[in-house]
């Protein structure tokens, strides 16, 4: 009788914490962070994939960036407080055995501090960053080694007044073994560098902008009311969660990851995999209407940037101009020129009424930590007379949808881009 009592304490009375799910050893943990996700996760190689052709050689590069992993802006600061508050309430919760994450999860958020270097360096390059940016040059040098060798007067770099993207441009040309590094650094509103949100009159225009209306619209979907519940519940804190403030750890837990070091942050367990994928659709919505698809006054944007492109590679087939010509922008206007080349086109149009799982559009690879569009023009002797390719390269792999294996020939290529040249530039 008393074998029987035991069993029937420990049966049911025995009372313990049991988590479904723990973020820190979860083993492959969701990567995909929209605008944040580090270049590692969607990159390819340039010196693996870049296309060599049989009697061609590289004459001409051209290229566009977006910066690398920064630290966020100082107003930031202001929202880790709350968010601090909010870590304060989850560990309490824990205590009491009223949240489902796990110990470890638990324990790394806990140690969690906030670097002071990250208000200090507000708006500039981590050193995650600068080496990304750095290693990326030397790729691109070991796979061009002959047309990119002792650059010093051939080479034209511009980049956006914004030391994140001037501090990208500095590590790049580092890589390139460049010395007395010279950057041009444009004026407000370049139709080369600058994206459309520079458009923008005022907040009630903004506010008219679908930008707005469907992001507005997604979060009054049972699919994102569902992901707040959901974090409601598996915190177990009584706490007026906002749009804002999950806003906020949203952002902690993208500015925590590290792609070089390959370490995850813990403010991502506070969110599950479907969440993720929730907050993920939100920022591309932000990116489709107001730097993608969703506006034709993006896409003539990207255009009037691609005319540099053919400008820069008709000098080339003359013996003018410089060996490399590369724009360090945002991820706005990386996410102009894709939709200028008709890149990750959907079918039907994103909007805030369904998640399409299965959609083109990604913010997470088109516009990444360090996304970029890079063009390269080779010279090529077909029966003893000089004949011109392209091939494009996004994210370091070659760009097999623009034109037939991944090449384009000369008249290809023209006749892609000559029609923007009747694009005017007064698009605003």
Not at 150 to 164: A, Q
Not at 417 to 427: G, I, Q, R
Request: with cysteine.
């Amino acid at each position: 009788m008393k074998l029987k009592l035991s069993t029937f304490i420990l049966l049911f009375c025995y009372d313990y914490v049991h988590s479904s799910f723990c973020y820190w050893n979860s083993g492959c943990p969701y990567k995909f962070l929209s605008s944040y996700t580090p270049y590692s996760t969607i990159r390819g190689d340039i010196r693996d994939s870049n296309i060599k052709i049989k009697g061609c050689e590289p004459i001409n590069i051209w290229g566009i960036m977006r910066h690398s992993k920064n630290y966020p802006l100082k107003e930031f600061g202001k929202s880790i407080e709350e968010a601090l508050t909010i870590r304060d309430l989850v560990i309490s919760s824990y205590n009491s055995g009223n949240s489902s994450i796990c110990s470890q999860d638990i324990q790394n958020l806990r140690n969690w501090k906030l670097n002071n270097i990250i208000i200090e360096n507000a708006n500039d390059l981590t050193s995650e960053g600068q080496e990304e940016m750095l290693e990326f040059g030397k790729r691109l040098q070991n796979a061009y080694p002959t047309l990119l060798n002792s650059l010093e007067s051939h080479y034209s770099f511009r980049s956006t007044p914004d030391k994140k993207t001037e501090s990208s441009a500095k590590s790049f040309a580092e890589g390139l073994k460049i010395e007395n590094f010279d950057l041009e650094t444009s004026k407000n509103n370049d139709d080369i560098v600058f994206p459309l949100h520079t458009c923008l009159r005022n907040k009630e225009e903004a506010e008219k902008n679908d930008n707005y209306v469907q992001v507005v619209k997604y979060r009054n979907s049972p699919e994102y009311l569902a992901a707040k519940d959901r974090l409601q519940r598996r915190l177990g804190i009584d706490y007026p969660f906002t749009n804002e403030n999950i806003k906020t750890l949203y952002d902690l837990c993208r500015f925590g990851w590290s792609g070089l070091e390959i370490k995850i942050s813990p403010w991502c367990a506070l969110f599950t995999t479907d969440d993720l994928k929730v907050l993920e659709y939100i920022e591309d919505l932000r990116y489709y209407y107001g730097s993608g698809y969703g506006d034709s006054l993006n896409i003539k944007r990207g255009q009037i940037a691609l005319t540099n492109l053919l400008d820069n590679f008709e000098n080339a087939k003359r013996g003018v101009g410089k060996k490399i010509v590369t724009y360090f922008t945002d991820a706005a206007k990386i996410n102009e020129v894709c939709s200028a080349l008709h890149l990750y086109r959907d079918e039907n149009p994103l909007t805030g009424s369904r998640r399409d799982p299965h959609r083109r559009w990604r913010s997470s690879i088109l516009s990444a930590f360090s996304a970029n569009l890079f063009a390269v023009l080779n010279r090529c002797t077909i029966k003893n007379e000089p004949d011109y390719n392209v091939v494009f390269y996004l994210n370091e792999e070659p760009l097999r949808s623009v034109c037939e294996y991944g090449v384009c020939s000369w008249q290809e290529f023209e006749n892609k881009l000559t029609p923007f040249l009747n694009v005017t530039k007064d698009v605003c």
